[in-house]
């Protein structure tokens, strides 16, 4: 079993960052497809970033592509989203999610583990 705990959420001002991590519980850093995606109220669950299983390449929703940077420390077993520039609209409930699927993975359906989810609030 695999366990994801997210954490660096908060509450921020428009146009500041916020950096997130998620914390992988077991040993296979590089051996996984991640993602994130965030749910605000009263809407669905959307993408925001993933980032494939050894190649580790990057794939972003256009809503935040050019102010979020996903990476992943191999060494630390933890993906990190780094969010700049924020927006009002950028605020929700945000979830890590891990998965053994190879390529780009942005449906949620594709992941097998998620974390609790941190939330991030931007105030305008």
């Known amino acids: 079993q695999v366990q994801l705990v997210e954490s660096g959420g908060g509450l921020v001002q428009a146009g500041g960052s916020l950096r997130l991590s998620c914390a992988v519980s077991?040993?296979?850093?590089?051996?996984?497809?991640a993602g994130w995606f965030r749910q605000a109220p009263g809407k669905e669950r959307e993408f925001v970033a993933t980032?494939?299983?050894?190649?580790?390449?990057?794939y972003y929703a256009d809503a935040v592509k050019g102010r979020f940077v996903m990476s992943r420390d191999n060494v630390k077993n933890t993906v990190y989203l780094q969010m700049n520039s924020l927006k009002s609209e950028d605020t929700a409930v945000y979830y890590c999610?891990?998965?053994?699927?190879?390529?780009?993975?942005?449906?949620?359906?594709?992941?097998?583990?998620w974390g609790q989810g941190t939330q991030v609030t931007v105030s305008s």
């Open positions: 999610a891990a998965g053994w699927d190879y390529g780009v993975v942005t449906s949620p359906n594709r992941y097998d583990y």
């Open positions: 077991k040993r296979t850093a590089s051996n996984y497809a």
């Open positions: 980032i494939s299983r050894s190649a580790g390449t990057t």
